[in-house]
């Protein structure tokens, strides 16, 4: 494969990474790893100081968290936030190039 082409599949799958896309899989690689560190709901939200529904929000997609919780929730799962949403970033980016093309830009 010409990494040109590659490079340009990449931009185009970017472009429909929307917050709103985002969420759901930032949500979901974040509830792996608590469940993963053997912590409930109620533990991750005392140590983020929220409320257990925050958390659960959270990991639904239905609300995004700020930079400071989510690196109080790495260091309470014991790994990088860089690894956590690597696997996020590439979980929401499974658009084909029909759905990519058919999406609003």
Not at 19 to 37: E, F, S
Not at 77 to 97: F, I, N, R, Y
């Amino acid at each position: 494969m010409n990494p040109l082409d590659c490079t340009a599949r990449f931009a185009s799958v970017v472009k429909l990474t929307r917050a709103d896309q985002a969420r759901p899989a930032v949500g979901a690689t974040l509830r792996k790893y608590r469940r993963a560190a053997g912590m409930t709901q109620v533990a991750m939200a005392k140590h983020l100081k929220v409320g257990q529904a925050q958390i659960s929000k959270i990991e639904r997609g239905e609300s995004s968290l700020r930079v400071d919780q989510l690196f109080r929730w790495a260091v309470a799962v014991g790994q990088p936030p860089s690894t956590m949403l690597s696997e996020a970033e590439w979980a929401g980016w499974t658009l084909t190039d029909e759905q990519a093309t058919e999406a609003d830009l």
